[in-house]
């Protein structure tokens, strides 16, 4: 099963040219999920050749400007586009009264149903699930409201082992009932207990999202165990009372956390239009944490 | 003196890949105004290095989110720059609560004061004037309220002849005065009228913004005699039934305005996303306006 995430933008508020402001597509199972939405995301959209019609959900982080501001854009093109399937907007409850006013204003009625789920900064929540995966936020801290968010794959059947099907001839239509526990007669009326034919799926995956926040490990019970574990890391270390006084997290702080919560894989992002040159950043966490890598636009890494 | 427009962004709403939504940069003398903004021209500034610092006016022509959804993160980069000089921003009285609404929930108190000076589509206005220009609105007919801009460049002063200043040692500072008419007196006495020193300023310039508008006339007064005229041509002439249904114009259309308005240059612009190869459009409009130019991003255009 898939479970993949593209960076589409990984800089922070300040724009610095060919660098783009905070957006990510998760892919699970092929079903894509967009992760924050920066200006300029529907360009990136279509320069990654992710078409913005396969997108049903949507996750906003928080209202800064570099985590939102591409979105109006990007409903009102898909609205273009004559889009009908609903589409799931998550985030913060002021985000709602900032899209109104923008459609009433332009006096763009969505052809599409546009759902709102208002996220909640001050708890964990579980906001979504399908059969593939369940998605929580947790609150993050930074100089507004500003959520995380984790996807877990879900506990998933057991894999059939491909040579019983071969040996014994198991219809293609048993196979799923096989995975679900049932045991299997062939023809001689031999049982085949199910858990002989199967054997252990692999264990579930896990992504976080922690951007932006100050570095304050409240929130590393809600991380702990992830797989991949994209985290800001807007400054290098030498900075780091500017990373508290602004509420961002330097990169060495970023690889503590991934540490800490014994994360399999760092994606460190969020960078200041400060640092032209981004491998310091990544040095600088591999100090501490071996698997940290950058979050560079346009590059896809396997959760 | 310099006056010249660069085009940022000439595409229409639909997003098309290395093509940008609405945004131009007027130079007049060294002083840029930033006509439209749409998603995006934070990037198309630094890629054309022009220093957003630089701007202190810009102008919106109406609430269709490919003219002002860069709007939020420009302003907000501004205020992370650290400026202090005002800026002044004309455009629809929606677009005021627009602003407010984000920099509320972003807790963005702009270092700098934000002058919003609301335009009202209905009738014309002078709206700013400095030594060297007058701005006024226009109305265009478009599917929500949108105003057309017209930069007039101020009729200057007379050109002292160089030959004359050599040949009579007339001192430096003694040239404004005889600009303004007055006569001057050289060492032995002998009085030389101001016109004899002087010739006639090349005659006043003008450029006229117009995006989004149906094709219907009613604004050819106030585009009269304009020396470079902007017209949106989002269609070519085999689609004007669809381009009259969405209150936008054709490139053959735009070229009879041109025409009609006896402008001397038509730079054409707001192209829709169908059209992949631009010349086409050019080729139309140049049936009935030979200098019809396409306003092609990164370029920068003598008004």
């Known amino acids: 099963m898939k479970f993949e995430v593209t960076i589409l933008g990984s800089s922070s508020a300040t724009p610095i040219f060919n660098r783009n402001p905070s957006a990510q597509v998760l892919n699970v199972n092929e079903r894509l999920f967009l992760i924050d939405c920066g200006e300029g995301t529907q360009q990136q959209l279509l320069k990654n ?16 400007g ?56 001050e708890k964990n929540e579980l906001i979504y699930e399908n059969p593939d995966i369940r998605i929580e936020t947790f609150p993050l801290e930074h100089r507004i409201p500003c959520t995380g968010f984790r996807f877990n794959q879900k506990k998933r059947l057991p894999k059939i082992i491909k040579e019983k099907v071969e040996e014994l001839g198991i219809p293609i239509e048993m196979i799923p009932l096989i995975k679900r526990g049932i045991d299997f007669t062939d023809k001689k009326g031999v049982v085949h207990a199910a858990a002989e034919l199967t054997q252990e799926a692999d264990p579930p995956r896990s992504y976080a999202y922690c951007s932006d926040t100050i570095c304050n490990w409240k929130y590393i019970d809600q991380i702990q165990g992830v797989s991949t574990l994209y985290h800001e890391a807007t400054f290098m270390h030498d900075m780091s009372t500017r990373a508290a006084e602004t509420f961002h997290t330097t990169s060495l702080e970023a690889a503590q956390i991934a540490a800490k919560a014994g994360a399999e894989q ?20 591999r100090t501490v944490f071996a698997n940290a890598k950058l979050a560079l636009e346009g590059h896809t890494f396997a959760v």
Chains 1, 2 share one sequence.
Request: no cysteine; hydrophobic share 40%; aromatic share 14%.
């Open 49 to 64: 050749g992710i078409k913005a019609q396969r997108l049903n959900h949507i996750f906003i982080s928080h209202l800064h």
């Open 66 to 121: 570099d985590h939102y501001l591409g979105l109006v854009g990007l409903l009102s093109s898909l609205h273009l586009y004559g889009r009908t399937r609903p589409m799931y907007v998550f985030g913060p409850p002021e985000l709602k009264e900032i899209l109104d006013i923008q459609f009433k204003y332009s006096q763009t009625e969505l052809r599409y149903p546009l759902e709102f789920y208002a996220t909640q900064a």
């Open 266 to 285: 760092l994606l460190l992002g969020h960078f200041s239009a400060r640092y032209r040159e981004l491998e310091p950043l990544q040095e600088e966490a």
